[in-house]
């Protein structure tokens, strides 16, 4: 059983909404639990931000890009924006890290990503953009569920 | 947007009560209604009721942070009442547990703040 769907939208704050519905709506058909479900809309709301806030500085006439996919196994999420990119991606996943501190920014967003998936893998060219991918396990929780 | 925001102030305690999803969107607005709030009437407590609060990702956290910096400097403190255990996961990961107080109701918060 294969699935997947690939969306764009303008880099407007408003829309990560948007990008987690889209996602929970994706992912109903796979019957997973509540808590699953959630961690999904949490990472998808961390990257989708980061591409609007960081990557497109709020210019809003930018695009995100968002494709979900699920085979029996996993759960994939890919957010990629065409922004500023990341200088050094290792410093930028650390905890506590954000170069917008002074904005009210955590420096989480790649922790909580790293936490709520299994697998987290960014890519990133300087005035390019940034690509994120997570890979989330699901065929062991969906049977835990139904037990 | 994905929320619904009722406020009230009694004497120097502003309780914040969330319905909906706290993410970036809300978290831009409402931290200068909120800052305005804590200057204009001499706030020193925050008490955010989250029991209708479903969805929170880590613009909250720098959101609550932000004001727990803004009441430290007047000796305040946050409480937060009624987590749904999807929430406290993110209050735990991100350690806001440590700066915030925790109650399981606003009556509860506001004993506390009397005893302080
Ligand atoms: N898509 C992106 N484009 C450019 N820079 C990014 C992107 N995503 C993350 N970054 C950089 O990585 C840093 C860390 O990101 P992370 O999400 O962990 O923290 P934050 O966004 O700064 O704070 P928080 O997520 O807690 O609000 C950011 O401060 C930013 O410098
Ligand atoms: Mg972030």
């Known amino acids: 059983m294969y699935n997947e769907i690939k969306t764009s939208f303008l880099a ?62 996993n759960v994939y999420i890919e957010i990629i924006d065409d922004g500023i990119g990341i200088e050094d991606v290792e410093k930028a996943k650390e905890p506590l890290f954000s170069t917008k501190l002074e904005e009210e920014r955590a420096g989480l967003g790649f922790t909580i990503m790293e936490v709520f998936t299994d697998k987290l893998d960014v890519k990133s060219s300087v005035n390019k953009g940034t690509k994120v991918l997570m890979v989330k396990k699901y065929s062991e929780q969906a049977k835990l569920s139904q037990l | 947007m994905a929320i619904n925001i009722q406020m009230a102030i009694r004497k120097n305690i502003l309780f914040v009560r969330l319905k909906g999803e706290l993410d970036q969107a809300v978290t831009e607005k409402l931290k200068i209604r909120i800052s305005e709030l804590i200057d204009k009437y001499d706030i020193k407590y925050l008490v955010f009721n ?18 727990y910096t803004q009441l430290k400097k007047r000796n305040g403190k946050i409480i937060v009442c009624s987590m749904n255990p999807l929430i406290e996961r993110i209050f735990n990961l991100s350690g806001l547990k440590k700066i915030c107080s925790v109650t399981t109701t606003e009556l509860e918060a506001e004993k506390m703040v009397e005893v302080a």
């Open chain 1, 12 to 73: 407007k704050i408003e829309n990560v909404t948007l990008a987690r519905t889209i996602g929970v709506a994706f992912l109903v058909n796979l019957d997973l639990p509540l808590n699953f479900v959630n961690e999904v809309k949490t990472v998808i709301s961390e990257a989708v931000t980061n591409a609007i806030v960081h990557g497109c500085l709020s210019a809003e006439n930018k695009f995100v890009q968002m494709n979900l996919s699920y085979d029996d196994v």
């Open chain 2, 50 to 67: 989250l029991a209708a609060l479903n969805f929170m990702d880590s613009s909250g956290v720098g959101f609550i942070i932000g004001r």
